[in-house]
């Protein structure tokens, strides 16, 4: 069986294209690179091709530069809008003991935190949360909610 990958053109940025692909199709969304952190991301291998995430019907499949991480649609519960962050918060690939959250984060913006159904297992570290920096929050929720994973309850502080 062959895989269609669409991208979602940021007309803008975070711009998405609805009609770009049915719920049936893999969808490309590009992972926000701030501008004064792209030096840094780039000892880890993270450039605009090396910094994505596709979501379809097989589940999502991160990659930021060297690291990846690939979670099928049933082990994901829910997704929330999250962010924005303090500069302490970090840049980069992070691991966040309270929640047990991995983050791919490539700016301060806001981006997607999946909440998973199960602890996935990420290098030697358990996460129930990955967290990512999407060009396009919006357009990133919408695919999931288009494949059946709903919006999620706020966090408890």
Known sequence: MRTTVAVAPATQRGGYASNVASSTATRRFPI????????FLFVIGVRKS??????????IHAQFGFFRVRRSLDEIA???L???W???????????????AVA?????????TLVLTRPGKWLMLHFDELYITVEDPDGFAKALTELGINKAAEPAT
């Open 32 to 39: 926000y690179i701030g501008s004064v952190s792209r030096w």
């Open 50 to 59: 090396t910094a994505w995430v596709d979501v379809g019907p097989a589940g």
């Open 78 to 80: 829910s997704w929330r």
């Open 82 to 84: 999250e962010g924005k």
């Open 86 to 100: 303090h500069w302490a918060s970090g840049i980069g690939v992070r691991y966040r003991p309270s929640r047990h």
């Open 104 to 112: 791919f984060t490539g700016s301060f913006v806001p981006g997607v």
